[in-house]
C-alpha cells in the first residue's frame, strides 16, 4: 500500500473515536496502517513527535520517577513499574540496569517518537512511545500516579522534533530485517562443537551469526544434550509451579528494538482463555499461548556450571518470551529451577512437531 492509498489523519482519528475500545494495535491492522501512523495522525491534537534520542530519553527519565515500563511483541506484553536508574548509554547498545526497571536497547532501530496525552473524561494519561521504521512499537513510557510530571514535560520540550506533521513517511523493514537465515546452514558438528564451548551464555548470538543459523534452528539441530522439545503447555505449568515454590525467574520479552526483564518471584497468575497473565505488584505479563508453535528446554554451558532457559517460539519462527532461574552473573544455576525445567512435560523425539 503507497502513502496515496493509506487513510488520511482526519480518517484515522474518526475510526477512533468511532471505536473507542479497540486497542490501537488491533485498529492499525483493520485500518491497514502502522501503529506510528495511528498516533502521528493526533500531531497537534494530543500527540507531540519527539526524537528517538535514546541516550538523551534515558538520562532524563530517572528524574520522572516512577513510571511503567512497556515493552512487547505481537504475542507478549511486558510491564514494569519502577525508576529508570542505573542507565548505560551508547550508540548500538543501551542499558537499565535498576531493581524494577531492567532494559537492553538497540537505538538505531528506533525511528520515531510520540509524546502522547489522553483524556477520558476528567482523568489525562501521559506516555512516551516509540517505533521502528516500519511503525511497529519498540517500547513504551507510561507515567503513573507517582511520576513528576513536570520533569516529564521538560524532557519531552527538550526532545521535541521541528517536524510536527500528522503524517508519518512510512517506510517498510527491509526485506532481511526479520528474514530466518537459511536453514542448515553449518553441520550439526560444527554446532555441536561450538556450543560446547561455550563459556557465557552471552556468546550465544555471536556464535549463531558465525554459524549463520537462526536461535530456532539451533536449537532444533543440536539434540537433546543441549535442547528438547516440550510440550506447549509446558510454560503454563512452569508459571504456576514457580508461583507456588515462590521461585525467582528471569522472564524476558523483546522485539528489535528492546528486550524487557523481570526478576524475581511470580505471585498471582491468572489464565483467561488462551492468555497467561501476570498480575503482580510491579510486574504485568500478558502471554498469548495460541501464538506459541514450539516450547524448548534449552541447556547452555558457562564457567559456572550450564544453565537452563524456555523458550517459546511462533509459527514464524521467532522466539515469543524467554525464562531462566534468576541468578546473577558469576553465580550458578538454582537447582529448583533446574529441576523445574528438566521435569516439564517433553515431546518424544528430536524435533517439535
Known amino acids: 500500500m503507497d502513502q496515496r492509498e ?36 493526533h500531531c497537534g491534537l494530543g500527540a507531540i513527535r519527539v526524537e528517538p534520542r535514546v541516550n538523551d530519553l534515558l538520562t532524563g527519565l530517572e528524574a520522572v520517577g516512577e513510571v511503567v515500563a512497556h515493552t512487547r511483541n505481537e504475542s507478549a506484553v511486558h510491564e514494569k513499574i519502577g525508576v529508570y536508574d542505573k542507565v548505560v548509554t551508547g550508540n548500538r547498545h543501551a542499558l537499565v540496569l535498576g531493581d524494577d526497571i531492567d532494559l537492553r536497547i538497540f537505538p538505531k532501530v528506533w525511528a520515531h517518537g510520540f509524546a502522547v496525552e489522553k483524556r477520558d473524561g476528567k482523568d489525562i494519561s501521559h506516555s512516551l512511545q516509540f517505533f521502528d521504521a516500519a511503525g511497529k512499537a519498540m517500547h513504551k513510557v507510561q507515567l503513573g500516579p507517582a511520576s513528576n510530571l513536570d520533569a516529564y514535560q521538560k524532557l519531552v520540550a ?76 509446558a510454560i503454563g505449568a512452569m508459571f504456576q509451579q514457580a508461583a507456588e515454590d515462590e521461585m525467582p525467574i528471569m522472564c524476558f520479552v523483546g522485539n528489535r528494538g528492546c528486550i524487557q526483564i523481570h526478576s524475581g518471584p511470580i505471585k498471582w497468575v491468572k489464565t483467561i482463555g488462551p ?30 556450571g550450564h544453565v537452563t532457559s524456555l523458550e517459546a517460539y511462533g509459527a514464524d519462527g521467532k522466539m515469543i518470551i524467554q525464562f531462566f532461574g534468576k541468578r546473577r552473573e558469576g553465580e550458578g544455576e538454582r537447582e529448583d529451577w533446574r529441576f523445574l525445567a528438566e521435569t516439564l512435560p517433553r515431546i518424544p523425539g528430536p524435533t517439535a512437531a
Not at 523493514?173 to 554446532?191: H, K, M, R, Y
Not at 539434540?223 to 528438547?228: I, K, P
Open 158 to 233: 527538550e526532545l521535541e522534533s521541528s517536524n510536527q506533521e500528522p503524517i508519518l513517511v512510512f517506510k517498510a523493514s527491509g526485506a532481511n530485517d526479520d528474514a530466518e537465515v537459511p536453514e542448515q546452514a553449518a553441520t550439526v558438528e560444527d554446532l555441536r562443537e561450538c556450543w560446547s564451548q561455550l563459556t557465557d551464555v552471552h556468546q550465544f548470538f555471536d556464535m549463531l551469526k558465525r554459524l549463520k543459523l537462526s536461535r530456532r534452528e539451533a536449537v532444533r539441530m543440536v539434540g537433546e544434550v543441549y535442547a528438547w522439545a516440550l510440550e506447549k503447555d
Open 6 to 41: 493509506r487513510p488520511s489523519p482526519q480518517e484515522i482519528r474518526r475510526a477512533q473515536q468511532d471505536n473507542p475500545k479497540i486497542r490501537e494495535h488491533d485498529l492499525a491492522a483493520r485500518l491497514g496502517i502502522s501503529e506510528a501512523e495511528l498516533v502521528a495522525a
Open 275 to 304: 492468555w497467561i497473565n501476570v498480575l503482580d505488584e510491579t510486574f504485568h505479563l500478558h502471554l498469548g499461548t495460541h501464538h506459541i508453535r514450539e516450547v524448548w528446554a534449552v541447556r547452555k554451558p558457562t564457567k559456572e
